[in-house]
Every structure is written in structure tokens, then in C-alpha cells.
């Protein structure tokens, strides 16, 4: 596990750093993009008792996987190495009692640590994801494809403006959990071929449109 978290770190850090070079410095809110997911993530679970709701599962877990990136940035605010924060996420792991929480008060509970801490609690992540019905290679999986989605994003305009979300009327998230599911994750190019499938599919269904 502790090689997944040093690779999942490596890679918010490679990414964070294409958006602001010196991203740690700039003590960005990410605990406030952290509860704000958690917000999207109940709308897609539900929490209206006066209609009739289905939590849309898949929505729920892809946000679980957005707040995970904002969570792994918010853990480098104290300026320590990629090793050590992972040594630290297994230590929270570790002393913590599964609270056996459904999806929503998991989500309550992540949210109210980080508006009360301004930070970020892995346990209580764990707690979230485990009550999604995502285990720790399912997250690992999905978290190595959307960091490579977010760099197709910046590749190809995000930033400016120009970039296309919504591909032949599906959105680009959508899009990647239905090519990952077919691809071999446990390839040691896994990366480099989820971004060649995207960039495939964003010229088919994008670019000669």
C-alpha cells in the first residue's frame, strides 16, 4: 500500500506543479475544494426525503475520487517529502476503527474535519470510500486514470477555456471509467495507455467534429 500512496503523491505533486510551479508555497484552500466535492457528491447520492431518489453510484465513487486529489494536496502543506506524508497516511490508517458510517455520514464526517481543521483526514476518507464500496486498488485504479484525465485537460486547453468536457453529449469522466474498465491495471504503462485511449477518443469523437 505504501507504494501506491508514494505513486499517487508523485503524481498530484507532477500535476499540481503544471498548474502553479510553486503550488505549495501558494498554501492553496484545498480542505475548501475538499468539502465543496463532498457537497457534489450528496446531490449525486441524495438526501431530498419529500421525492424519490436513486443514488447514482458511480457519480458518488467519481467523486470520491476528485475529493482524494484534493485531499493528497492538502497533505503536503507542511512541507514534508512524499515518503513521509505516505508514512503518515498509513499511521492515520492504521489507529483508525472503521465507523461503519453509510455514505452520507461519512461524507458529513470528512466535510466537518475539514471546515473545523482546514485539512484533511485519510481515516476518515477511508471511512467515505469504504461506504462507496471502493476498496484501496479500486481507488488506486480510478485515481491513476483521472490524474491522467486532468493532464489531457490542461494538454488540450482546459485552462484557456478551449477544451471540450462533454464528448458526443457524454461528460469526459464518463468516458474514462468505460475505457479503464476494459484495460489491464496492473500494466506498468497503465498511465501512459489510459492517456493514449482518451486522446483517441477525444479526436473521434471531439477534434473531427
Known amino acids: 500500500m505504501k507504494?501506491?500512496?508514494?505513486?499517487?503523491?508523485?503524481?498530484q505533486h507532477r500535476m499540481n506543479t503544471r498548474v502553479h510551479e510553486?503550488?505549495?508555497?501558494?498554501?492553496?484552500?484545498?480542505?475548501r475544494a475538499a468539502w465543496i466535492e463532498c457537497g457534489e457528491l450528496i446531490e449525486h447520492y441524495g438526501y431530498k426525503w419529500w421525492k424519490k431518489q436513486v443514488p447514482d453510484i458511480e457519480q458518488v465513487r467519481l467523486e470520491?475520487?476528485?475529493?482524494?486529489?484534493?485531499?493528497?494536496?492538502?497533505?503536503?502543506?507542511?512541507?514534508?517529502?512524499?515518503?513521509?506524508?505516505?508514512?503518515?497516511i498509513l499511521a492515520d490508517l492504521?489507529?483508525?476503527?472503521?465507523?461503519?458510517?453509510?455514505?452520507?455520514?461519512?461524507?458529513?464526517?470528512?466535510?466537518?474535519?475539514?471546515l473545523q481543521t482546514k485539512g484533511f483526514s485519510p481515516s476518515r476518507f477511508r471511512d467515505l470510500?469504504?461506504?462507496a464500496g471502493l476498496d484501496f486498488d479500486s481507488l488506486y485504479t480510478a485515481y491513476v486514470g483521472k490524474n491522467v484525465l486532468n493532464f489531457f485537460r490542461q494538454d488540450n486547453g482546459y485552462k484557456d477555456g478551449s477544451y471540450v468536457k462533454n464528448w458526443d453529449g457524454r461528460?469526459?469522466?464518463e468516458h474514462l471509467s468505460e475505457l479503464v474498465a476494459v484495460m489491464d491495471h496492473s500494466a506498468a504503462d497503465f498511465?501512459?495507455?489510459?492517456?493514449?485511449?482518451?486522446?483517441?477518443?477525444?479526436?473521434?469523437?471531439?477534434?473531427t467534429r
Open 129 to 131: 470510500m469504504t461506504a
Open 3 to 11: 507504494q501506491a500512496l508514494v505513486n499517487m503523491l508523485a503524481m
Open 94 to 114: 492504521v489507529g483508525h476503527q472503521p465507523s461503519g458510517l453509510g455514505v452520507r455520514e461519512a461524507t458529513e464526517e470528512l466535510a466537518l474535519h475539514c
Open 191 to 207: 498511465a501512459d495507455q489510459v492517456y493514449a485511449v482518451l486522446a483517441d477518443r477525444y479526436a473521434e469523437l471531439v477534434l
Open 171 to 173: 461528460e469526459d469522466n
Open 64 to 88: 470520491v475520487i476528485d475529493i482524494w486529489h484534493f485531499g493528497l494536496s492538502a497533505l503536503f502543506a507542511d512541507g514534508k517529502s512524499v515518503d513521509q506524508i505516505a508514512d503518515d
Open 22 to 31: 510553486n503550488w505549495v508555497e501558494q498554501d492553496f484552500e484545498w480542505y
